[in-house]
């Protein structure tokens, strides 16, 4: 064991102003979530210079905790502070980042994630000792953050970005072709496509039941007869249609068997079918994601929702950086015969896997 005088006093003071920092960070985050869901930093971008009293009143929210909220991100410098006005104001340099318009880069819909995870820390801490994980319903605004962060990353980059990635799939959806997304969640990526291309039959699976009733009401609204939404588990997906292209947005690495649930899917692709895969970015070696710029924040989601959500069905546990060295090696075993790896520039989170059978 290491005694007082082995120490090294710069990188222990360098260490704990790193940890301060942190600490001020995850309160940030909190705080920002909370700007987010009640619409504050929407309400702000809109305002000039605002006392408390003002910014509650054009937000309809109680003036004390706007107040501490302000005096909150006054100090963690995210909103500028006049004091002989005692007015508040969120730069529109901030803004461009923190409110709704500012989707796919509102870094405010991201800070959710910090709460929802804060949620199931006594279960996990209990895993620690006990094994086993934390199931889906146990979470608390699990799908809606998910749904948040699809419109973030991938609603509002699908037309532009990600189907382009496939050479001709734009026209083969308009011609008309079959799909399907696994794991589909609420469905924010399905309704989107449903709409845009008329001719194309779609059909979203998800486990849990409480994703497909969130997404059947929010195409219900659209009235999409091209789009089928079932509760339906993809590990058991054995007879099913043939489909020309098949989605996975985030969905494999958090698969109770996703051993299985490639294979099902290899063969429930048209022979010349395509399947995508967003997953995270990351390499299977922790040694190399030291330098992956969100590389912390993927092993706790893991930790604390991916590997967990799947150890608690009695599955692997792949974890979020289960990494493209084991993604691509489960692909060829699944049946594919071709994998390549894209990057799109708005995303930093994820690639983008195209593989084909043959
Ligand atoms: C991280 S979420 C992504 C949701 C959606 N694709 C999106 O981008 O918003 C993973 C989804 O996969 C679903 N899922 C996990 N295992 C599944 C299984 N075996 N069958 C069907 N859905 C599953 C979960 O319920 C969850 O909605």
């Given at each position: 064991?290491?005694?007082?005088?082995?120490?090294?006093?710069?990188?222990?003071?360098?260490?704990?102003?790193?940890?301060?920092?942190?600490?001020?960070?995850?309160?940030?985050?909190?705080?920002?979530?909370?700007?987010?869901?009640?619409?504050?930093?929407?309400?702000?971008?809109?305002?000039?210079?605002?006392?408390?009293?003002?910014?509650?009143?054009?937000?309809?929210?109680?003036?004390?905790?706007?107040?501490?909220?302000?005096?909150?991100?006054?100090s963690a410098?995210?909103?500028?502070?006049?004091?002989?006005?005692?007015?508040?104001?969120?730069?529109a340099e901030?803004?461009?980042?923190?409110?709704?318009?500012?989707?796919?880069?509102?870094?405010?819909?991201?800070?959710?994630?910090?709460?929802?995870?804060?949620?199931?820390?006594?279960?996990?801490?209990?895993?620690?000792?006990?094994?086993?994980?934390?199931?889906?319903?146990?979470?608390?605004?699990?799908?809606?953050?998910?749904?948040?962060?699809?419109?973030?990353?991938?609603?509002?980059?699908?037309?532009?970005?990600?189907?382009?990635?496939?050479?001709?799939?734009?026209?083969?959806?308009?011609?008309?072709?079959?799909?399907?997304?696994?794991?589909?969640?609420?469905?924010?990526?399905?309704?989107?496509?449903?709409?845009?291309?008329?001719?194309?039959?779609?059909?979203?699976?998800?486990?849990?039941?409480?994703?497909?009733?969130?997404?059947?009401?929010?195409?219900?609204?659209?009235?999409?007869?091209?789009?089928?939404?079932?509760?339906?588990?993809?590990?058991?997906?054995?007879?099913?249609?043939?489909?020309?292209?098949?989605?996975?947005?985030?969905?494999?690495?958090?698969?109770?068997?996703?051993?299985?649930?490639?294979?099902?899917?290899?063969?429930?692709?048209?022979?010349?079918?395509?399947?995508?895969?967003?997953?995270?970015?990351?390499?299977?070696?922790?040694?190399?994601?030291?330098?992956?710029?969100l590389g912390?924040?993927?092993?706790?989601?893991?930790?604390?929702?991916?590997?967990?959500?799947?150890?608690?069905?009695?599955?692997?546990?792949?974890?979020?950086?289960?990494?493209?060295?084991?993604?691509?090696?489960?692909?060829?075993?699944?049946?594919?015969?071709?994998?390549?790896?894209?990057?799109?520039?708005?995303?930093?989170?994820?690639?983008?896997?195209?593989?084909?059978?043959?």
């Amino acid at each position: 064991m290491s005694t007082a005088m082995e120490l090294d006093p710069a990188k222990m003071e360098a260490f704990g102003a790193r940890f301060l920092e942190a600490m001020n960070g995850a309160a940030m985050m909190l705080m920002s979530s909370i700007g987010h869901r009640t619409g504050l930093f929407d309400t702000m971008a809109d305002l000039p210079a605002a006392t408390s009293a003002e910014v509650a009143a054009a937000s309809g929210l109680n003036e004390r905790y706007v107040r501490e909220w302000l005096n909150a991100l006054v100090s963690a410098q995210v909103v500028d502070f006049d004091p002989t006005e005692q007015s508040y104001r969120l730069p529109a340099e901030h803004a461009a980042l923190l409110t709704r318009a500012a989707t796919p880069s509102n870094l405010a819909s991201v800070a959710q994630w910090i709460a929802v995870l804060g949620y199931v820390e006594t279960q996990i801490v209990d895993k620690f000792s006990h094994g086993g994980g934390v199931c889906y319903h146990e979470f608390h605004r699990f799908h809606d953050v998910m749904a948040d962060e699809s419109s973030q990353t991938t609603v509002s980059a699908m037309i532009e970005h990600i189907l382009p990635l496939v050479d001709g799939l734009l026209e083969k959806l308009e011609r008309g072709i079959d799909v399907l997304d696994i794991g589909c969640g609420s469905a924010k990526a399905l309704i989107l496509l449903a709409e845009r291309f008329p001719q194309s039959r779609f059909c979203g699976y998800d486990l849990c039941a409480d994703a497909i009733v969130a997404g059947q009401r929010l195409a219900e609204e659209k009235d999409l007869p091209n789009l089928t939404l079932k509760v339906r588990d993809v590990a058991e997906l054995i007879d099913c249609d043939r489909f020309d292209l098949i989605t996975a947005f985030d969905a494999i690495h958090d698969q109770a068997y996703p051993d299985q649930v490639l294979s099902n899917i290899s063969r429930a692709l048209r022979r010349d079918g395509i399947f995508l895969m967003q997953d995270i970015r990351a390499s299977s070696y922790v040694e190399k994601n030291i330098d992956q710029p969100l590389g912390a924040f993927i092993y706790t989601i893991s930790c604390m929702h991916c590997m967990s959500v799947s150890l608690a069905q009695g599955g692997l546990g792949l974890g979020a950086a289960w990494g493209e060295e084991m993604a691509q090696e489960m692909l060829i075993a699944a049946g594919f015969s071709q994998v390549d790896i894209h990057r799109l520039n708005h995303d930093i989170l994820n690639n983008y896997y195209l593989a084909r059978l043959g």
